[in-house]
């Protein structure tokens, strides 16, 4: 099992128990590893140390209940896991600016409206008039997707990217919420993208995505998960692409793809130089050829 795996079967245990006590060492042990060793490796992959991880994504959960639910503010503190009322409204506070109180009146009227893309939109005119700021959808069938900024279904803070099919999508079909950059900052750096994807109904398969492209566009680096693909119906965890960006590279793009049906969410995103010790996760940018040329009289 590779590190990646453990962090996100470790995930997976955290998240289906998230109203019970947890402590550091149940959860580094259905990682397999000792307390310290995967406190320290938890917060180098995700950015977050363990019980900073568990309150951030209790809070998510109780930000989620007030607006959907009549559970009192104590009786909702307790059952996600704070030891009183006084300290889960402190905690939500510092996270969210608000009183769990103010923040249902405000937002309770709100939270299930879906701010949307017209996927008939030009690249630009997407950029300019999008709720999700610097993203825009693409793909090869865009008009069967569609994206938009969900208030409820939430990784941390107060929003994610949502990417959905609207029925019906072609053989073949994919859709990507996505954005590019100038390679300038990165050239000669090994960069890693992660990030957490919740996916319900993706029957086909979805996954993010990685290219680094030079000026001629032609692709240098590349990886879509394709090799540990998401399907089906998945809860929140952690996922990663690593790739080298060469000298000579002029353009990063990276996304999450959603190929066929289904719906999927993406939040909390981190992109960061790691070192030369952190394997690259990328697939050959053309097929493996072969040394010389081969049967030419078609008699093999």
Known sequence: MTQQQSIQKAIRYIEARLHEPLGLKDIAAEAGFSAYHFHRLFREQTGHSIGGY???????????????????????????????????????????????????????????????????????????????????????????????????????????????????????????????????EYRGKRMRLSGFVRTRGASGFCGLWMRVDNAAEDVLQFDNMNDRPLAGDLDWNHYSIVLDVPEESAVVSFGLLLYGPGRVWLDSLRFEEVDSSVPTTGQPAVPELPAGPVNLRFED
């Open 54 to 184: 568990l309150r951030m994504r209790r809070l998510a959960l109780a930000s989620r209940r007030l607006l959907e639910e009549e559970l009192g503010i104590l009786d909702l503190a307790l059952s996600c896991g704070f030891e009183s009322q006084e300290a889960f409204t402190r905690a939500f506070k510092r996270l969210y600016g608000l009183p769990p109180g103010r923040y249902r009146r405000l937002f309770r009227h709100h939270h299930s409206t879906l701010e949307r893309i017209d996927p008939s939109m030009s690249t630009n005119e997407a950029l300019a008039g999008s709720p999700l700021k610097g993203w825009f959808l693409s793909g090869s069938h865009p008009h069967q997707y569609r994206i938009s900024l969900d208030r409820s279904i939430i990784h941390q803070g107060s929003a994610s990217g949502h990417l959905e099919s609207l029925g019906e999508t072609a053989p073949g079909g994919f859709a990507t919420l996505m954005q590019q950059f100038r390679a300038d």
